[in-house]
């Protein structure tokens, strides 16, 4: 049994407050529990989850959220360094444009218009995921990357520290589709006028999502070795500097 069998810290002010930990890696090697965290936003955390994170020793927030976002859900924690790494939501506006232009709002639009998400996030925002790395090696102190729901950014940004690290494809995948077990959506109103199958799928992931930015690395980009090397600037000894720091001793 793994020390920490269960992923999810159950936080009550995030639903999605995850552990990447124990995922086999390169040669064999699992990753290790209580260093990586990935997560949605941290600005509704209760007294509680403060004192959990601060005794699990999380030093680093790594925040992908928008201006917008950041400005209308702010924290600052005791001992937490934020840095802010912006990468700007676009599919609840374009969904809102389809509204208002009186286009065809359907489950089978909104997958779509998440696909394209997901190419664009690997494709035009590779700079966003690349400083993850440089500060993935700065400091071993535990961290915590998050956007709002900790799903599509956070989801990406998790599966390529897991590839990185080498994890296998099939468990990069399960790993993404805990969101669906563990996110709740605050309560609300819904963007207006959206029909209830299409915030189903907004509200949650899909294989096809995450399989949108593979199928790009893959076509485009040579492969997810070269990705991480073009694109991530990730060099053989920068891989080998984090297996090192993020991956159980052999």
Known sequence: MPQYPDRSLRLSGASNFRDLGGY???????????????????????????????ELGVARA?????????????????????HALPIEPTVVQQMQALIDSGGPLSAAVVQALMQDLYRRLVSDEAQRFAE?????????????????????????AAALILLALGVPRPLVMQDFLLSNQYYRRPQGPAP???????????????????????????????????????????????????????????
């Open 132 to 156: 993850l790395f440089e500060q993935l090696l700065a400091t071993e102190a535990p961290l915590v990357f998050h956007c709002t729901a900790g799903k599509d950014r956070t989801g990406v």
């Open 62 to 82: 790594f925040d992908f959220r928008g201006t917008h976002e950041r400005a209308a859900a702010p924290y600052q924690l005791p001992g937490l360094v934020q």
């Open 192 to 250: 207006s006028a959206l029909p209830a199958d299409a915030l189903a799928v907004l509200s949650g992931v899909q294989a096809g999502f995450l399989n949108a930015s593979l199928q790009l690395i893959d076509d485009e980009c040579g492969g997810v070795d070269a990705y991480l090397s073009q694109h991530l600037r990730l060099s053989p000894a920068a891989l080998d500097a984090l297996a090192a720091r993020y991956l159980q001793p052999a």
């Open 24 to 54: 086999p890696g390169r040669n064999g090697r699992s990753l290790c529990w209580r260093r990586l965290f990935r997560s949605d936003h941290l600005a509704a955390l209760t007294a509680g989850d403060q004192t959990r994170l601060a």
